[in-house]
């Protein structure tokens, strides 16, 4: 907040206040029920132990490839049916949603530590450094984001220290190019301005008057990126070089049901709606929150 201004100043510049992006976000159906899948596959993740009824890699020879329950061969013993080796897919999805959301949750949390960092030191001290980086992000641009997750992880093999370094190497940029952005347009604001001259110091100026007013856009972002690693990993998985392969992920099972898909198309359709359901519950909870933090946007 610009506590440095008068109330009136104050209520043209400052971001949005917690009860009102809270009302806003509420009042967007589409948000909260996009918020309510994404809160449902975290409580997934956490009480996977306890929901899954079996040991993700506890194999059943005598069943392989059983039907969903209500299919006339189905049993009620596997609800989503088994895959080739005899494996309960409802076990393997549901200890699956950890793999995608902590992969999210850790990739996103150092792209924006490490982006938002860098493009606000760019962006308010500017010269040599933001120079050398504006250069470094725009070589990184040139290249897909996919190519270099795929050499890294070629190089390394399924490994999941690897895999969050592979796909947190390039996606720190877009974090730097907002953090960077909103910097350069905050640090000749009034409220900046007013607080430099009454002598505070550039950390403050920072962290503590520009740092609140872009915090906003970062978690719009954030959100939105988290929906990108998650089909990334998947992707990864799904080519056998993401996580390894003794770990539950949805992108492996879908990659082990493919060849299966005419005869026993269960085991690869219900891990990928998997992961359609949750990265477009995501990404609707990611627009939901832009419209609520933007002013901009509001009707």
Do not use: C
């Not at 641009?141 to 592979?166: D, E, Q, Y």
């Not at 390039?170 to 910097?183: C, I, L, N, S, T």
Request: hydrophobic share 55%; glycine share 10%; net charge neutral.
């Amino acid at each position: 907040m610009a506590r440095l201004l008068t109330e009136d100043q104050t209520l043209e510049i400052a971001p949005t206040t917690t009860p009102g992006v809270l009302r806003l976000l509420l009042s967007n159906r589409v948000a909260v029920a996009a918020g309510s899948v994404v809160l449902g596959f975290l409580a997934v993740a956490l009480f996977a132990p306890v929901l899954a009824p079996y040991e993700p890699a506890q194999q059943h020879p005598e069943f392989i490839r059983v039907p969903p329950f209500w299919s006339p061969a189905g049993s009620t013993r596997f609800l989503l049916g088994t895959d080739a080796l005899g494996r309960d897919l409802l076990s393997r999805i549901l200890y699956g949603a950890r793999v995608s959301i902590l992969l999210g949750v850790a990739v996103v949390s150092l792209t924006l530590m490490v982006g938002a960092g860098l493009g606000m030191l760019a962006g308010y001290y500017r010269g040599w450094f933001d120079a050398v980086m504006s250069r470094v992000v725009d070589t990184l641009l040139a290249f897909p984001f996919l190519i270099f997750a795929l050499a890294i992880m070629a190089a390394t093999g399924p490994n999941l220290v690897a895999l969050v370094l592979a796909l947190a190497f390039k996606g720190w940029v877009d974090f730097f190019r907002v953090a960077r952005g909103e910097v350069m347009a905050a640090r000749e604001s009034e409220y900046v301005l007013a607080a430099r001259g009454l002598g505070a110091s550039n950390a403050y100026l920072i962290l503590g008057e520009i740092l609140p007013n872009i915090v906003p856009p970062l978690i719009v972002l954030a959100t939105l990126r988290m929906a990108t690693v998650i089909i990334a990993e998947a992707s990864l998985s799904f080519l056998g070089i993401g996580v390894p392969p003794r770990i539950p992920a949805w992108g492996t099972m879908v990659a082990d049901g493919r060849g299966d898909i005419a005869s026993a198309w269960w085991i690869a359709t219900f891990p990928g709606f998997a992961i359609l359901l949750l990265v477009l519950a995501v990404n609707l909870l990611g627009e939901g929150l832009r419209d609520a933090l933007d002013p901009r946007l509001r009707r």
